[in-house]
C-alpha cells in the first residue's frame, strides 16, 4: 500500500523529517499547491496543508478524534482534557475554562508577569549578554503557569527537572523503555509535589486556580485535577518560552520593525500575533480518523493518523497576502490557527498573548541597543514544537551596571 501511495504523492514521498525541523516552509508550500493533502511514507500519515481543510479536520471531532489510547500523551499523562473528545472532554475541560479566560488572566497576571520578567532581567542585566532562552523565556514560562496553579514558583528547578523527562518521553517515538519509565516516574513525583499543594489549598484557600478548585469542584476527582495541572504545565511551557523567542529572534532581525516597535510600544501586540502567524511555536496537530472519508477527493481511512500543518495553513495565501513576510501592519494576523480551532482551542491562549506583551516590552526597555549576537547564531528548528534552542544576545551596558 505505501508504495502506491508514494507513487501517487510524490512531493509527500520527498518530505523528511529532519529537513521539516531545519526550515519547513519550501516543502509545506510546494505540498499546499499541488498536494494539499498528501501521504507522508516517512512519518506514514497524510499531511493537510491547506488553511480550510485544517480549519475543518479541527473542527470534525466526530471524524477526526485526538483520541488514541497507544498515544505518548495517554502513556505519560492518562486521559486527560487534551487526549479526549466528547463528553469526557468537556467534564475535564470546564472547570479550567473561567479562569484562562483574557479579562481574569489580565487582572490576575499582569502585575506577576512584570515583576518576574524584570526580576529575571536583575540577574543578567550586568553580563552585556544572555542566552535569553534558558536564562528568561524558558523561566518565565514555567513560574507564571506554576502561579496561576498556585504552585511555589521557588520550586522551579525541582519542577523544570520533571518537566524535562517528561518532554522526552511524550518525543519518545521510538518507544524506548528508559525514557518512557523515567517520563513517569517524573510524572508521578510532580503529581505527590502538587498534591501536598492542593492539600494546603484546601486548608487555607487563595485565589489560584488550584486554591478555587480544591474546594469547590464537584466534577472532578482530585486525581484528575492533578493529571489536568501536568498538562496545563506542559501545554505552557515550551510553548509559550517559544513564542518570547520566535518573536524577540523576528524583531531583532529587522532594524526597521525594532525602531517602530521602540517608538510605538503597543506595537508589541501586533509583533505577537504575527510571530504566532508566520513562526507558529507548534507546527503539528495530529488526528485520527474514525471512518472512512475523503477530503479534497483524496480517500482516508478508518484509523488513519493526520497531521494538521499549522505552519503551511499559516501562510496560505488565500488566507494571508504575502504570507512569507512578517508584516506589523498585517490585519488579519490573528486568523492563525496556532492556537487551534474548535473544542481544543488552547486553553491558556490568553496568557501566552499577555505575557509576550509585556515581556518583550519589559525586555526591550530594559536592555538598550538589544541585538542578536553575532558570534553565536540562533535560529528556530523543530518540526513539533519550534524555536531556536537558544538565543545569544547583547546589548549596551550602562555606567552604573
Ligand atoms: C504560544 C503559546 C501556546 C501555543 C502556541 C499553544 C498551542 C496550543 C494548541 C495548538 C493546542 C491544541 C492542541 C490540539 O488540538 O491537539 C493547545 C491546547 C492546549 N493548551 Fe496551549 N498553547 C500555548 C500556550 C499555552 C499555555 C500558556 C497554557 C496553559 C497555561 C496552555 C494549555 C493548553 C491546554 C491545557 C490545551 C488542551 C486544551 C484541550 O485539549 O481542550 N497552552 N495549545
Known amino acids: 500500500m505505501s508504495s502506491r ?24 508550500k510546494e505540498l499546499q499547491q499541488l498536494e494539499p493533502v498528501s501521504w507522508v511514507e516517512d512519518l506514514q500519515m497524510w499531511f493537510v496543508t491547506r488553511f480550510d481543510d485544517v480549519s475543518a479536520v479541527l473542527h470534525d471531532v466526530e471524524t477526526f478524534t485526538l483520541e488514541d489510547d497507544e498515544s505518548l500523551l495517554n502513556e505519560i499523562f492518562g486521559r486527560t482534557m487534551i487526549s479526549t473528545d466528547g463528553a469526557d472532554h468537556t467534564r475535564l475541560r470546564t472547570p479550567f475554562h473561567p479562569p484562562f479566560l ?33 536564562q528568561w523565556a524558558d523561566r518565565l514560562a514555567l513560574e507564571m503557569v506554576m502561579q496561576m496553579l498556585g504552585l511555589p514558583i521557588e520550586d522551579f528547578f525541582l519542577v523544570r527537572s520533571w518537566f524535562s523527562d517528561i518532554g522526552q518521553a511524550l ?46 469542584s464537584a466534577m472532578l476527582t482530585d486525581t484528575e485535577i492533578l493529571e489536568a495541572c ?13 513564542l518570547l523567542l520566535n518573536c524577540t529572534w523576528a524583531i531583532l532581525n529587522r532594524s526597521d ?3 517602530k516597535i521602540l517608538q510605538t510600544p503597543s506595537l508589541f501586540i501586533p509583533a505577537i500575533e504575527e510571530t504566532l502567524r508566520w513562526e507558529p511555536p507548534v507546527q503539528t496537530l495530529a488526528r485520527r480518523a474514525t471512518r472512512d472519508t475523503q477530503i479534497r477527493g483524496v480517500s482516508i481511512k478508518a484509523g488513519d493518523m493526520l497531521s494538521c500543518m499549522i505552519g503551511a495553513a499559516n501562510r496560505d495565501p488565500s488566507v494571508f497576502t504575502q504570507p512569507d513576510d ?45 541585538r542578536l549576537d553575532v558570534d553565536k547564531p540562533d535560529q528556530p528548528v523543530g518540526h513539533e514544537f519550534r ?10 551596558k550602562k555606567p552604573n551596571q
Open 5 to 28: 501511495l508514494s507513487i501517487q504523492f510524490p512531493i509527500g514521498s520527498r518530505v523528511q523529517l529532519e529537513q521539516l525541523s531545519k526550515n519547513p516552509y519550501p516543502i509545506l
Open 230 to 242: 501536568r498538562v496545563i504545565i506542559f501545554g505552557g511551557l515550551e510553548t509559550t518560552a517559544a
Open 102 to 134: 483574557p479579562k481574569f488572566v489580565r487582572n490576575e497576571m499582569s502585575l506577576h508577569i512584570k515583576a518576574r520578567a524584570n526580576a529575571l532581567i536583575d540577574t543578567f542585566i550586568a553580563d552585556g549578554t544572555a542566552d535569553l532562552a534558558t
Open 387 to 396: 524555536s531556536p534552542p537558544t538565543l545569544w544576545v547583547r546589548w549596551d
Open 326 to 370: 512578517f508584516m506589523l501592519e498585517r490585519n488579519n494576523a490573528k486568523h492563525h490557527l496556532s492556537f487551534a480551532i474548535g473544542r481544543h482551542f488552547c486553553l491558556g491562549a490568553a496568557l501566552a498573548r499577555l505575557e509576550g506583551e509585556i515581556a518583550l516590552q519589559v525586555l526591550f526597555e530594559r536592555l538598550p541597543n538589544l
Open 171 to 216: 518525543a519518545n517515538v521510538k518507544r524506548h523503555p528508559e525514557i518512557k519509565q523515567r517520563g513517569q516516574k517524573a510524572a508521578a513525583q510532580f503529581t505527590d509535589f502538587a498534591r501536598i499543594h492542593l492539600e494546603r489549598l484546601r486548608k487555607t484557600p487563595d485565589n489560584s486556580i488550584l486554591g478555587n478548585l480544591a474546594n469547590t
Open 257 to 259: 520593525v525594532q525602531q
